[in-house]
């Protein structure tokens, strides 16, 4: 193997690694203080930011399936953090918005994360990686573009 492919496999296994790392010291942090795992709060996060949604919206900003929101979207409804109501435009189609007490518990979570010091952002250039991994998503969202689905 040509040390661009040990590179190129080095990132890969590294990034991997970094990511499940990450997301398992941001959902300890947010399971014992806020009582909800990565997943829903990311859910809840992007809800937020596109605003009142439809599901398969939802779906394509997290880049999962419709079903998967589906099961994220029960719990979040049950501890009235989200709400579902049906589409104005299409009786078929339902829009999430989140509720007073979702954006509370957002504000109160990535309050908590920002004052957490747990010690994983030490040594590290945030605005050089913050661009280098923009760069890297660009990438790989052209290059996901250009490809097409076989099944």
């Known amino acids: 193997m040509d040390v661009a492919a040990l590179s190129a496999q080095r990132l890969v296994l590294t990034l991997h690694r970094a990511t499940t790392l990450v997301d398992r010291v941001a959902d300890t942090h947010l399971r014992n203080m806020h009582d909800v795992t990565l997943s829903m709060f990311a859910a809840l996060v992007t809800i937020h930011e596109i605003g009142p ?7 394509q900003a997290l880049d999962v399936s419709r079903a998967a929101v589906t099961q994220r979207l029960v719990e979040l409804v049950a501890r009235g953090l989200v709400e579902v109501t049906p589409d104005a435009t299409d009786q078929r189609a339902n829009r999430v918005a989140v509720t007073r007490k979702g954006r509370e518990l957002l504000d109160a979570a990535w309050k908590g994360l920002a004052e957490s010091d747990d010690g994983i952002e030490d040594g590290i250039d945030l605005e050089a990686l913050q661009s ?5 998503v660009a990438n790989a969202a052209r290059y996901l573009a250009g490809q097409e689905v076989t099944a």
Do not use: C, E, G
């Open 53 to 59: 949604a439809r599901q398969s919206k939802i779906a």
């Open 132 to 136: 280098a991994l923009d760069t890297l």
